[in-house]
């Protein structure tokens, strides 16, 4: 039987406007087995789960489960656990991390700010400090979620951690299954779909130089996906791969179409028509599901750069 994963690529269905969003991506280390829904269904405290999940509601924070990689994750409670928060919004990006020996320590922080971008409760909660070492590399490996993470993202993981590849940590979901192995690369939050190893190595290669690598990415978790299509057409249309330089400014509009207006930090303004169609055939759009569904697509209809007279009316 066919993987949702390996019929997407025989479809060669576009990676591109599938990243999950967030503009805050908060990140607690829990080993061992994780289920479906992990912050409820893992050996974290389910009641702390459910009460971190209410408190990240509708504040831009997405929260997951992080483990370092290995065959056998399981080593029992960690006394020590590790926690970042990434902001991932153009201008205003940061990454923090911190160590905590009660996670129930997260529920005291300022959830809506630190969806804004303010770090400040995260720091003085956590004692946070900014992340100096290399980007972080989250693979999404939670099988129980869907048979392809745990079957192309464990290997991935494994095999950039045993080559040396530091900031590398399994992840419990990252949405798109079918684009397994996925990987979200922070400080930034560009997501890659479809991802080998040497491929990793280029993004984070690039993200150290302050560059985005093009190929295989899903999008920029900081906007929905109309502006991820967007801000990803500008660059392929004007070769620009400085990380945080271009940031969507307006989206008008709703399902099936959109007007986006993309910003350059050096003034320049487009405005990027998107649609929305469909992947055919039908088919489960994960592992997970035997329902048949054509998974929304993101198409660029129309670009154009506008002039500062368009700008001003």
Request: charged share 20%.
């Amino acid at each position: 039987m066919s993987t949702c994963a390996t019929v997407s690529q025989d479809l060669d269905e576009p990676v591109s406007a599938t990243a999950a969003t967030a503009q805050t991506w908060l990140l607690l280390e829990q080993s061992g087995p994780w289920g479906a829904r992990a912050l409820t269904s893992s050996h974290l405290d389910p009641a702390l789960g459910r009460a971190l999940e209410a408190a990240a509601d509708g504040t831009g924070v997405r929260i997951a489960l992080i483990r370092r990689p290995g065959r056998h994750a399981d080593f029992g409670t960690a006394q020590l656990r590790r926690v970042y928060a990434a902001h991932t919004v153009p201008g205003r990006v940061w990454l923090h991390g911190a160590i905590t020996t009660d996670p129930r320590q997260l529920l005291n922080l300022d959830f809506a700010a630190l969806g804004r971008g303010d770090a400040n409760s995260f720091d003085t909660v956590l004692r946070g400090r900014p992340h100096t070492g290399d980007p972080l590399a989250l693979v999404c490996t939670n099988g129980k979620r869907d048979r392809c993470c745990a079957l192309l993202g464990r290997p991935l993981a494994a095999e950039l951690a045993a080559s040396g590849t530091t900031g590398v940590w399994e992840v419990t979901h990252l949405g798109g299954h079918r684009f397994s192995p996925t990987v979200l690369v922070l400080p930034y939050g560009y997501a890659y779909g479809r991802a080998a190893a040497h491929a990793v190595k280029d993004v984070l290669h690039g993200v150290q130089e302050g560059r985005i690598v093009m190929a295989g990415c899903r999008g920029r978790s900081a906007w929905e996906r109309p502006g991820q299509a967007a801000e990803l057409a500008v660059r392929r249309a004007t070769g620009e791969h400085a990380a945080d330089v271009l940031s969507v400014v307006r989206t008008d509009g709703d399902a099936p179409r959109w007007e986006v207006t993309v910003a350059h930090s050096d003034g320049r303004h487009w405005r990027v028509v998107v649609a929305q169609g469909a992947s055919q055939p039908p088919r489960p759009e994960s592992c997970g599901t035997s329902v048949l569904g054509t998974p929304g697509r993101m198409e660029v209809v129309e670009l154009r750069q506008l002039a500062a007279t368009a700008l001003a009316s």
